[in-house]
């Protein structure tokens, strides 16, 4: 069983702040994906990586897949109240289509 | 815009009463997916769809469980004999690809509750 432990589980920081979120296996992914949720409504993808050691930015989100692509950070610079909700890393092994979800961090951006 | 709709939004049910959630994919997309996710959570993989058949349905907690998807597009999670650990948060998410980084999208969830 591939699990992906995501930490912390609980953020809450003031406006302005940097914060990282950390995604950690075990296992070998292909690739990695993260999502974030608000509440009542699904997943939205933010980002994917494929390549060991990749790192991709989307504005003040920087993401970095490891070098063995076991485990992926999440930066977030300046953080604004927009930024609340839960964040979630999701790993693919190989071309099977499973997708196997972190455990989750809900981040709280207090104004 | 369509995207994944599922329905219905919220559904309580007793204590062993048979239950149908369904979800409407996005037009085109072969892959097919459904989640149970609990609250604050990453959602638990139940099932996944290419076209007609499931492709894998290991995720599946058990035989009252059962999905289906006949025409290749929308598709009915079913559970049968509910009990009160099944409440949660159920999903929906399609893909174009057959790929495993393929985009997901998802459905805003149907809300289980059995009381």
């Known amino acids: ?22 995604c950690n296996s075990s296992s070998v992914f292909s690739s990695l994906q993260w999502y974030r949720q608000e509440p009542g409504e699904g997943p939205v993808l933010l980002v994917t990586v494929v390549t ?18 076991k485990d992926s950070s999440l ?12 964040y979630l890393c999701a790993g693919a092994a190989g071309g099977y289509q499973k997708v196997t979800f972190g455990t989750g961090t809900k981040l709280q951006v207090i104004p | ?43 638990e993989f139940l099932i996944y769809f290419q076209g007609t058949g499931a492709a894998d349905d290991s995720g599946l907690p058990n035989d009252r469980f059962f999905a289906v998807r006949p025409e290749g597009s929308v598709s ?3 559970i049968q004999r509910t009990e009160r650990g099944d409440s949660a948060v ?19 969830g149907t809300r289980l509750t059995v009381l």
């Not at chain 1, 069983?1 to 950390?22: K, M, R, W």
């Not at chain 2, 998410?93 to 985009?103: I, K, L, P, Q």
């Open chain 1, 1 to 22: 069983t591939q699990l992906l432990e995501q930490s912390p589980q609980f953020l809450s920081i003031q406006e302005g702040e940097n914060l990282t979120v950390y």
């Open chain 1, 52 to 69: 060991g050691g990749e790192v991709k930015k989307l504005k003040r989100l920087t993401f970095q897949f490891g070098d063995a692509r």
């Open chain 1, 75 to 86: 930066h977030i610079t300046a953080a604004q109240p927009g930024d609340t909700g839960l």
């Open chain 2, 1 to 43: 815009g369509a995207g994944v709709s599922q329905t219905p939004s919220n559904k309580v049910t007793e204590k062993g009463k048979y239950v149908e959630l369904r979800c409407d994919p996005i037009s085109g997309h072969t892959a097919l997916y459904w989640y149970r996710q609990s609250l604050g959570q990453g959602p």
């Open chain 2, 76 to 78: 009915t999670l079913k």
């Open chain 2, 90 to 108: 159920y999903l929906c998410a399609s893909s174009f690809g057959t790929s495993g980084s393929a985009e997901q999208f998802f459905g805003p």
